[in-house]
């Protein structure tokens, strides 16, 4: 249930839709024996302009995105990165529909990798919680969050605490 290798990743993105939306960022980190071995993070270039909104949540501006690669250059890096290994987010079903979406449309790549799901880890251990969004776990196990939504920041909040909630269950 508590598996101890595994990439924990994140994606920042233009909107909520896998199909028109498109993957701005992707911060990710290997664990081996529940450490950190390697890091993974790249921002990515939108075919059109990010709007002010989604700047106002990451803080990720258009000037920022202007040399970034496009997906078809950075989508194989973070596959070859991720390898044959669990992955691991919060809500992390809505990050694989980016991902699994991209890898087969820019790629010809269907993404079939086993995933844990943080947010359901803890909706299944705290039943009694009313709120279980990555902001309230950070609360619940002290876990400084300087960043909220830049996809790397993010990465480490989710691991730190699906390490928490692993020492408490085992």
């Known amino acids: 249930m508590f598996p101890a290798d595994y990439v924990v990743f994140d994606i920042e993105t233009t909107g909520l839709d896998p199909r028109n939306d498109e993957i701005i960022e ?3 980190i290997r664990v ?3 450490q950190v071995v390697a890091e993974f993070e790249k921002l990515i270039k939108p ?9 106002k ?4 501006t258009n000037e920022d995105l202007i040399d970034a690669q ?8 973070f596959l070859n990165f991720v390898g044959e290994d669990i992955v ?6 809505f990050d694989l529909s980016f991902i699994k ?7 010809g790549v269907v993404f079939e990798n086993r995933y844990a799901d943080t947010l359901y ?7 009694g919680f009313k709120h279980h969004r990555l902001c309230d776990l950070a609360i619940r196990f002290n876990i400084d969050q300087d960043v909220a939504h830049r996809a790397l920041a993010d990465v480490y909040t989710t691991y730190k605490a699906y390490l928490h909630m692993k020492k408490e269950k085992q």
């Open 47 to 55: 075919s059109k302009p990010i709007s002010s909104f989604i700047t």
């Open 70 to 77: 496009d997906i078809e250059e950075v989508l194989p890096d």
């Open 26 to 28: 992707i911060g990710a």
């Open 88 to 93: 691991m987010g919060h809500n992390v079903n």
């Open 32 to 34: 081996r024996n529940d």
């Open 101 to 107: 979406d991209k890898s087969l449309k820019h790629l």
């Open 121 to 127: 880890i803890s909706r299944s251990f705290y039943k």
């Open 57 to 60: 949540l990451t803080g990720i």
